[in-house]
Each structure stands twice: as structure tokens, then as C-alpha cells.
């Protein structure tokens, strides 16, 4: 199963892009992963949320492939432990998902269309984290997860 993060907007704070990448290295030997970058939206300072929501949409949509598993990082999703999450991931390889795509989307969330086109929805936590910084926290508990069904030592109960 190929992992795939899709972002809306750059990461713009150095300290977590140099985590993101060293995630990036420490998963190449457990699972094929790679981050997907939308542009962020031109002047989107003059549009509504719900404009900034829908323009956002139509470019995650335009990226998913019709037989992907797609899982959006949101507060509204269900929650678990890093074992339920590893757990998790084991049933989507079991599965045999050829592309699981995993979304983060702007500040303001997803639109209609987005919510619609997932197949679930997944929050990291109960506490509410900047989109930036979510990137960082998915990339450790995916790579924790790893971990976690390789039995390698990185996770302690």
C-alpha cells in the first residue's frame, strides 16, 4: 500500500519541515509514503472561508483517483490510540488499498464535496492543532504506527 499525504499550502515553519523530513527518511524502510503539496490559493485573503474552502476542494478532488482510500485528518473524525491507529493501517493493507490518501486540509477545514468524497475521517487528537503543525503529529503517529506492526522498538506501552 502506497501512503500518501496531501497538503494545501507549503509548510512555511523550517523547524517543521526538517521534522516532516525526517519522518519522511525513517518510514522508506516500513511503507511506500509520499507528500503530495497543493498550492496554496492566490489572494486568498479577499475570498469568504467558505470561498476559500470550495476553491481548496476542487484541487484535493482534482487529486484523488477514482479507487483511492481517502482518510481526512480532521477534528470531527474518530479518534484512537497509536495501537488502534497501527491497527487501523494493518486493516487497510489487509485490504489490499492500493492508495491510501491521507488530507490535511487549509485552516478553515474541507468543503461539502471533500466530506462527501471520503471514506472516513480521522483526528489526531480532542485538541485543536494548526494545520501546520498537524503534519508534523501525522507523520510521527504514521510512522509510530510502523513501528507498531513491525514490533520495532521506537513504541512503548
Same mark, same amino acid.
Given at each position: 500500500?502506497?501512503?500518501?499525504?496531501?497538503?494545501?499550502?507549503?509548510?512555511?515553519?523550517?523547524?517543521?519541515?526538517?521534522?516532516?523530513?525526517?519522518?519522511?527518511?525513517?518510514?522508506?524502510?516500513?511503507?511506500?509514503?509520499?507528500?503530495?503539496?497543493?498550492?496554496? *490559493?492566490?489572494?486568498?485573503?479577499a475570498l469568504s472561508p467558505e470561498q476559500v474552502k470550495e476553491k481548496?476542494?476542487?484541487?484535493?478532488?482534482?487529486?484523488?483517483?477514482?479507487?483511492?482510500?481517502?482518510?481526512?485528518?480532521?477534528?470531527?473524525?474518530?479518534?484512537?490510540?497509536?495501537?488502534?491507529?497501527?491497527?487501523?493501517?494493518?486493516?487497510?493493507?489487509? +485490504?489490499?488499498?492500493?492508495?491510501?490518501?491521507?488530507?490535511?486540509?487549509?485552516?478553515?477545514?474541507?468543503?461539502?464535496?471533500?466530506?462527501?468524497?471520503?471514506?472516513?475521517?480521522?483526528?489526531?487528537s480532542k485538541l485543536t492543532f494548526s494545520h501546520q503543525l498537524v503534519?508534523?503529529?501525522?507523520?510521527?503517529?504514521?510512522? +509510530?504506527?510502523?513501528?507498531? *506492526?513491525?514490533?520495532?522498538?521506537?513504541?512503548?506501552?
Amino acid at each position: 500500500m502506497q501512503v500518501v499525504l496531501l497538503l494545501t499550502g507549503k509548510t512555511s515553519e523550517s523547524y517543521l519541515q526538517s521534522g516532516i523530513n525526517d519522518y519522511e527518511v525513517r518510514l522508506k524502510p516500513f511503507i511506500q509514503f509520499k507528500t503530495e503539496i497543493l498550492p496554496g *490559493l492566490k489572494q486568498a485573503q479577499a475570498l469568504s472561508p467558505e470561498q476559500v474552502k470550495e476553491k481548496e476542494g476542487i484541487r484535493i478532488l482534482a487529486q484523488l483517483k477514482p479507487d483511492d482510500f481517502v482518510i481526512l485528518l480532521d477534528e470531527k473524525g474518530k479518534t484512537g490510540s497509536s495501537r488502534e491507529f497501527a491497527a487501523m493501517l494493518q486493516n487497510l493493507m489487509n +485490504r489490499s488499498i492500493k492508495r491510501c490518501v491521507f488530507v490535511v486540509g487549509g485552516a478553515f477545514g474541507f468543503s461539502p464535496e471533500v466530506y462527501k468524497r471520503a471514506n472516513e475521517q480521522y483526528s489526531l487528537s480532542k485538541l485543536t492543532f494548526s494545520h501546520q503543525l498537524v503534519r508534523l503529529i501525522f507523520m510521527e503517529q504514521l510512522y +509510530r504506527g510502523m513501528c507498531i *506492526l513491525k514490533n520495532h522498538p521506537y513504541h512503548n506501552d
